[in-house]
């Protein structure tokens, strides 16, 4: 069996040295921000099919179930989660992207397929996005962390340089695997308001689009996204009023925010003590983003 047997070829496109981005529901997509940006990127760029990726040895059934659609009103049919792949030729070059439910089994062999994707058109940078929960208002603009370990990309795009150590995704595994093989990788994350986790955030999105495709080279198309951001914040807006103890919170979050206090920035965990759940003393994860993002791949270990 070869690396690339549960590859399903959908078209054939000549591609020279495309920059492969991905991402994945689940476990790095908090407020469903590094998918839908994907998403977007595939519509609004009008991407062309190119492959999927067979689901059945990857995909754990009872943790992500297939859906029954109807055609036509009668006809009934089964979509299975699976992970798709298009292609674009963008105005900085040829680009693949790649979105789906992160694998429940046998990560090693699934990241082999998509590397041998990304070999086969000789792929130059393999660039992740995903979205973690912090301590940050939504009022405000995203903030966005770009890490790697090859130094000419760290340089070249100003990121910084991966230091995690615990639990990770498929993200994690993927860029090991393509360390391996020799091919340039980053990811990016956006910073999504840990208290308005449920709502899916354009917000978040847009950022990453934008990070992305400055990376890339290429504008984004941001017209459909845009749209959706005023309503996400009167949704949000809406949550935070309810809740006289979140309005504080949140005034806090926006004070440090105008006084030039990043995620990135040291801040004393006093400041940001707030009960989410109401039953807890402890005070809400604080420090730089680069500790966000560990906290939060530690929390979802087993989860």
Not at 286 to 302: A, I, K, P, T, Y
Request: glycine content about 6%; proline content about 6%; hydrophobic content about 40%.
């Amino acid at each position: 069996m070869s690396a690339i047997d549960h590859v399903r070829w959908l078209s054939k496109p000549t591609l020279k040295n495309p920059t492969f981005v991905a991402a994945f529901t689940g476990w790095n997509d908090a407020g469903d921000a590094a998918s839908n940006a994907v998403n977007n990127l595939v519509q609004g760029w009008g991407a062309t099919p190119l492959a999927t990726i067979d689901p059945e040895p990857f995909t754990d059934y009872s943790k992500d179930r297939p859906h029954v659609r109807l055609q036509d009103g009668t006809k009934r049919k089964i979509v299975w989660p699976t992970v798709g792949l298009w292609h674009v030729a963008g105005a900085g070059g040829d680009i693949i992207l790649a979105l789906g439910p992160e694998p429940s089994l046998r990560w090693k062999l699934f990241s082999k397929q998509i590397l041998s994707i990304a070999e086969k058109f000789d792929a130059s940078m393999f660039l992740t996005l995903g979205s973690l929960l912090a301590d940050v208002p939504h009022s405000r603009p995203v903030q966005i962390i770009g890490t790697a370990i090859d130094s000419d990309l760290i340089d070249r795009f100003n990121l910084q340089r991966s230091r995690y150590e615990g639990p990770t995704g498929i993200v994690g595994i993927l860029h090991d695997t393509c360390d391996e093989g020799s091919i340039p990788s980053a990811s990016l994350w956006a910073a999504v308001p840990a208290y308005a986790s449920h709502v899916p955030s354009p917000k978040a999105s847009l950022a990453l689009m934008r990070r992305a495709c400055e990376i890339i080279g290429t504008p984004a198309p941001l017209a459909t996204v845009m749209n959706l951001i005023e309503r996400y914040e009167e949704q949000v807006d809406s949550l935070v009023q309810d809740d006289d103890d979140l309005v504080s919170y949140v005034e806090r979050l926006e004070t440090m925010t105008d006084n030039g206090m990043s995620i990135d920035d040291e801040v004393d965990d006093s400041q940001l003590q707030f009960d989410f759940a109401g039953d807890s003393d402890e005070p809400a994860d604080s420090g730089n983003l680069m500790d966000e993002v560990e906290q939060f791949l530690r929390e979802q270990n087993g989860n």
